[in-house]
């Protein structure tokens, strides 16, 4: 192959010999780079560096195009390269690591998918949001090459394109975050591009709690509608502060009648621990109504066979009947919490009975009965005024 100095216009005329599939030209500025044309690629060249690893072996290092790279670039980066070999670095070996980095899909299905489905429960929800929007963007992309400007735009897209909500927008970049920690931790990657993200972070916390008038006429309601099943479950919930899911998937083994105590498993127990909780009479009532249907669930579907997995339908009839649209089957459970705290129930006691994890998510019950609090608040006062001293009126002057 002949050893030229490349040059801008030299690159401007590359033709391949005649008879021949491909001709190099080696570039005697720099030693071991030389660029290569194919007939298959008229007027486009490809830089290489010629360099031998450690054994002597020869090796061939693409360094890119010649429509992508000017020949003072090709030359720097050979440099470069060269002096990187030097230093102990082996290109081919980094290469081949490359090439065995997976693509997002490759990597959630073949490792972290496997890994998911038998620890983490909204693994279903996880999946879903691959499959919708993560995979259409990113699951043809290795992992090292997607990038935190990527993910910010893409953020950015589902907030103000496809105008999700900011906290469900959030949840993509979440699980982004996630899958990335533990390709991480598996040795795949070495970085996080979801790492130093901002979130929206909205607060789209909605306590919708009814007051004495809506709670009648929901009463009404759940005591008057054809569909005996939902109202059944819509009381239970209301009586015990328990999620949907809890209650959907209760069995009578759970129920203890003697003690009056419902302990629900850690596997449906969003705090993951065996949550035991009591049983008024409200309750009780509601599973003496039940207790013939199914001799394993409490709730038990007889069109199915197995317990209801969802009160959705009936209970967009019953809140629009209540005169309450937007009424949600969880405000059931803020309901219950906010009668237990207008009863001057302790916030631990709520926070007992939620099955809450820590007393931080409880205090947002802090503020629904003022008077609780300023009835509490009030004994400070009377303490106060008892421990002042009765002092007598002062004197009157006397007239001259």
């Given at each position: 192959?002949?050893?030229?100095q490349?040059?801008?216009?030299?690159l401007k005329t590359l033709?391949?010999?005649p008879?021949?599939?491909r001709t190099?030209?080696?570039?005697?500025?720099?030693?071991?780079?030389?660029?290569e044309?194919?007939a298959t690629?008229?007027?486009?060249?490809?830089?290489?560096?010629?360099?031998?690893?450690?054994?002597?072996?020869?090796?061939?290092?693409r360094?890119?195009?010649?429509?992508?790279l000017?020949l003072?670039?090709?030359?720097k980066?050979a440099?470069?390269?060269?002096?990187?070999?030097?230093?102990g670095?082996?290109?081919?070996?980094?290469?081949?690591?490359?090439k065995?980095i997976?693509t997002?899909?490759?990597?959630v299905?073949?490792?972290?998918?496997?890994?998911?489905?038998?620890?983490?429960r909204?693994w279903h929800?996880?999946?879903l949001r691959f499959?919708?929007?993560?995979?259409?963007e990113?699951g043809?992309?290795?992992?090292?090459?997607?990038?935190?400007?990527?993910?910010?735009d893409?953020h950015?897209e589902l907030?103000?394109?496809?105008?999700?909500?900011?906290?469900?927008?959030d949840?993509?970049?979440?699980?982004f975050?996630?899958?990335?920690?533990?390709a991480?931790?598996w040795g795949v990657?070495?970085?996080?591009?979801?790492?130093?993200m901002?979130?929206?972070?909205?607060?789209?916390k909605v306590?919708?709690?009814?007051d004495?008038t809506q709670?009648q006429?929901?009463?009404?309601v759940?005591?008057?509608?054809?569909n005996?099943a939902?109202?059944?479950?819509a009381?239970?919930?209301?009586s015990?502060?328990c999620?949907?899911?809890?209650?959907l998937?209760a069995?009578w083994s759970?129920i203890?009648?003697?003690?009056?105590?419902?302990?629900?498993?850690?596997?449906?127990?969003?705090?993951?621990r065996?949550?035991p909780v009591?049983?008024n009479?409200?309750a009780?009532?509601?599973l003496?109504?039940v207790?013939?249907?199914?001799?394993q669930?409490?709730?038990?579907?007889?069109?199915t066979?197995?317990h209801?997995?969802?009160?959705?339908k009936?209970?967009e009839?019953i809140?629009?009947q209540?005169g309450?649209?937007?009424?949600?089957?969880h405000d059931?459970?803020h309901t219950?919490?906010?009668?237990?705290v207008?009863s001057?129930r302790?916030l631990?006691?709520?926070?007992?009975l939620?099955g809450?994890s820590?007393p931080?998510?409880?205090?947002?019950?802090?503020h629904m009965?003022?008077?609780t609090?300023?009835d509490?608040?009030e004994?400070?006062?009377?303490r106060?005024?008892?421990?002042?001293?009765?002092?007598?009126?002062?004197?009157?002057?006397?007239?001259?």
């Amino acid at each position: 192959m002949p050893v030229i100095q490349l040059s801008p216009q030299v690159l401007k005329t590359l033709a391949v010999e005649p008879g021949k599939s491909r001709t190099e030209w080696c570039d005697s500025d720099v030693k071991g780079l030389y660029v290569e044309a194919r007939a298959t690629s008229p007027g486009i060249g490809t830089f290489y560096l010629r360099y031998k690893e450690e054994g002597g072996t020869t090796r061939h290092l693409r360094l890119g195009n010649t429509d992508d790279l000017s020949l003072s670039m090709a030359r720097k980066l050979a440099a470069d390269k060269k002096t990187e070999i030097r230093q102990g670095s082996n290109p081919s070996m980094a290469r081949k690591a490359e090439k065995q980095i997976p693509t997002l899909r490759q990597f959630v299905r073949e490792q972290y998918a496997p890994y998911c489905k038998v620890r983490k429960r909204s693994w279903h929800t996880d999946e879903l949001r691959f499959n919708q929007r993560l995979f259409p963007e990113f699951g043809d992309v290795r992992l090292d090459r997607i990038t935190t400007k990527q993910l910010i735009d893409f953020h950015s897209e589902l907030r103000e394109v496809q105008k999700l909500a900011p906290a469900t927008a959030d949840h993509f970049i979440k699980l982004f975050r996630h899958s990335f920690n533990m390709a991480i931790k598996w040795g795949v990657v070495d970085k996080n591009p979801a790492t130093k993200m901002s979130l929206f972070n909205a607060d789209n916390k909605v306590e919708n709690i009814i007051d004495e008038t809506q709670l009648q006429r929901l009463m009404l309601v759940l005591a008057t509608h054809p569909n005996r099943a939902a109202c059944r479950i819509a009381m239970f919930l209301l009586s015990t502060g328990c999620r949907l899911n809890e209650a959907l998937c209760a069995e009578w083994s759970q129920i203890d009648w003697t003690q009056k105590v419902w302990r629900i498993p850690a596997l449906n127990s969003k705090s993951k621990r065996m949550r035991p909780v009591p049983l008024n009479e409200s309750a009780m009532d509601i599973l003496e109504q039940v207790m013939k249907d199914s001799p394993q669930w409490v709730f038990f579907n007889p069109d199915t066979g197995t317990h209801y997995k969802t009160l959705h339908k009936a209970w967009e009839d019953i809140r629009k009947q209540a005169g309450m649209p937007w009424l949600r089957v969880h405000d059931l459970r803020h309901t219950y919490a906010s009668l237990l705290v207008n009863s001057g129930r302790t916030l631990f006691e709520v926070q007992s009975l939620l099955g809450h994890s820590s007393p931080q998510v409880t205090q947002r019950y802090a503020h629904m009965n003022t008077q609780t609090l300023l009835d509490a608040s009030e004994v400070a006062s009377q303490r106060i005024r008892a421990a002042s001293p009765r002092l007598l009126p002062a004197p009157l002057p006397l007239a001259l």
